[in-house]
């Protein structure tokens, strides 16, 4: 099985390049700056623009620091940890050193006995408050790793298919024994992939031979009421992306877009990829039934939580309804193995 | 118990193909110990409906979840046949339904179904209690998640399925309920209050004795000063009838046109 084992390392670095690390750092300095303003001013009033002036001198280096990282961060996690922690450290130090020779340069300050010490100081202390921050974060969510291999589990195929399943293959095995053979392994198939570590990430191609594999057996007892287009354009197919990603979201259109329909429907699963994202769509008719509307939710909700545990702010899901079509896209960041972080 | 002469005469609804085959199997294997006989094999309610209508069957053995109309939707409409046949639930995993029965004591087999349990309901199946009508519809409208997808009805002997998507309106007559489609009225056996809960997104009560869909309204109109019948009217798409509004409900009818 072409899969790399993904164990989470809770002594790294954090990931620069991931849009919530960045995110949680520049919100993390600017209530800092705020909380310095306040003091600074010593009270509410004056305490917007003495927060302006503050953020005017530290958005700079803090913006230069995170690009620099950003651009170093395959090279600091290879670093011993102690290292990287010390390079972050320099790094926001030496931005915040640079700042302060600009801003002399530019008139904007007066020289100062010790302000290269303070540039120099303030920069490292806030990195290494943040720093300290995401890292007591990281190992507060690493039992989340746990959690999403339960909710994975969870998540898996339905209860609901393995017993109709089952009862195809009994129906199959007395007229068509050839035909239950084939079926059963599938099925064994199925569940080997459902029982599969959640922290194992797989190439795409295997996560859609799978799908084919389900939409058979679904198509062995629902007919000719289920048909499925596939349209895959130009997609990396090692793409690795977590377990069970798309069966789910095809095992929903198939019980809430073809099940209810008496005349069955075409489930289109398109991917595409949009810069440097991974798109992966699923549609199917809309069924005007608002039963089916609670499980969907569940389902819906699980895919999220499951993205948000693996990718954190990186990908997305996004719903597109209509009177006639319902439309699941989930939208991630290509990971390939050479550029995969164990997140 | 059926005698010697009379098999059990069976109808067996699925809308999944290999789920019917497998049951008519297990029917076959049963068949010389328990004289029995396949009558009949329906995909869905309305399916099975139709075919009981013109041959009657002692036993109806159906899936729950099904397109068109559910299992427990057909059964809420058995009783408006001549003759009522006795009902075996059977289901894949569904918790909701499977939780919905045992809470309510209703009977139902698990597939894949054994031989044997099959038997044995068969056997016991006319000592059973039938479930309640209450009872399902109350599970059947929470499984669903809406009312039912028909009405039914019965005219000289037959049964008769009215869609209740083509429902224009409902009108309380002394005793009875007429539901008008566009092409014809039919009269039912049900109460006005009942319906206006279980359909209550689908029509709007504006009127002590009517009940209209809402996508059938295309407008209103004050009635004369002298008019007793009705304060005002309510105007139909597609047919020339006309439904009174009462005074109370007046700006209720306002506000939907203002809405729509």
């Keep these: ?343 | 118990m059926p005698n010697q002469e009379q098999p059990l005469s069976i109808l067996i609804v699925d809308d999944e193909p290999p789920a019917r085959a497998r049951l008519r199997e297990l029917l076959a294997d049963i068949a010389p110990h328990f004289p029995l006989e396949v009558v009949g094999e329906a995909e869905n309610g309305v399916h099975a409906l139709s075919l009981l209508d013109e041959h009657s069957a002692d036993v109806v053995i159906t899936d729950i979840r099904m397109p068109r109309m559910d299992g427990i939707e057909l059964v809420e409409h058995l009783g408006n046949l001549e003759k009522q046949p006795d009902v075996i639930f059977a289901t894949a995993y569904d918790n909701y339904a499977v939780q919905a029965f045992d809470l309510n004591a209703i009977d139902y087999l698990l597939k894949p179904i054994r031989a044997q349990r099959l038997q044995n309901a068969l056997e016991k199946v006319r000592q059973t209690n039938r479930p309640s009508l209450p009872k399902l519809a109350a599970i059947g409208q929470e499984l669903r998640g809406g009312g039912r997808t028909h009405l039914s009805c019965q005219e000289r002997g037959r049964l008769l399925l009215v869609a209740v998507d083509e429902i224009l309106y409902f009108k309380a007559d002394l005793k009875y309920v007429t539901a008008r489609t566009r092409d014809r009225e039919y009269l039912l056996d049900e109460a006005l209050t009942h319906l206006e809960e279980e359909f209550a997104g689908r029509f709007i009560r504006l009127h002590r004795a009517a009940l209209v869909a809402k996508n059938a309204i295309a407008g209103f109109e004050r009635a004369a000063g002298d008019d007793v019948e009705a304060y005002g009217w309510t105007l139909l798409r597609g047919i020339p009838d006309r439904l009174p509004v009462s005074r109370r409900q007046w700006s209720l009818a306002k506000s939907f046109a203002k809405g729509s």
């Design chain 1, 1 to 343: 099985m072409a899969s790399i084992s993904q164990n989470p390392l809770p002594n790294s670095l954090p990931d620069w390049r991931n849009f919530g690390i960045v995110l949680r750092v520049l919100i993390g300095a600017n209530l800092a700056l705020a909380l310095a303003a306040l003091v600074q001013a010593g009270g509410l009033p004056g305490w917007l623009s003495r927060y302006y002036v503050l953020a005017a001198w530290c958005e700079p280096p803090l913006l230069g620091a995170i690009g620099l990282l950003a651009l170093l961060r395959d090279q600091l996690w290879r670093l011993p940890i102690r290292y990287g922690r010390l390079t972050v450290m320099a790094i926001a130090a030496f931005c915040a050193f640079l700042q302060y020779h600009l801003w002399l340069w530019l008139g904007l300050v007066d020289s100062e006995r010790w302000g290269n010490w303070q540039a120099g100081l303030l920069g490292t202390a806030l990195a290494a408050l943040l720093l300290h921050y995401l890292e007591l974060r990281a190992r507060a969510h690493s039992p989340a790793i746990a959690e999403a291999r339960l909710m994975a589990l969870n998540a898996r195929i339905r209860p609901h298919f393995l017993f109709n399943a089952i009862n195809a293959v009994l129906s199959l095995i007395r007229a068509q024994p050839k035909q239950a053979e084939s079926a059963l392994e599938t099925i064994s198939d199925l569940f080997r992939a459902a029982l599969r570590d959640p922290a194992d990430w797989l190439p795409l191609s295997e996560e859609i031979s799978l799908c084919r594999q389900y939409l058979e057996l679904e198509k062995l007892r629902l007919g000719e009421r289920l048909q499925v287009e596939w349209d895959i354009r130009s997609v990396p197919l090692d793409t690795l992306i977590p377990p069970l990603m798309l069966q789910p979201l095809v095992e929903n259109a198939v019980f809430h877009g073809i099940e209810p329909a008496p005349d069955g429907g075409t489930i289109r699963i398109i991917f595409m990829r949009k810069d440097n994202d991974l798109v992966i769509e699923v549609a199917n008719q809309h069924c005007n039934t608002p039963r089916q509307s609670a499980g969907n939710q569940i389902a819906l909700t699980n895919i999220r939580e499951r993205l948000a545990l693996y990718y954190d702010l990186e990908a997305r899901l996004e719903i597109d309804q209509s009177d006639t079509h319902y439309r699941i896209r989930i939208v991630l960041p290509c990971q390939t193995r050479n550029n995969h972080y164990p997140y």
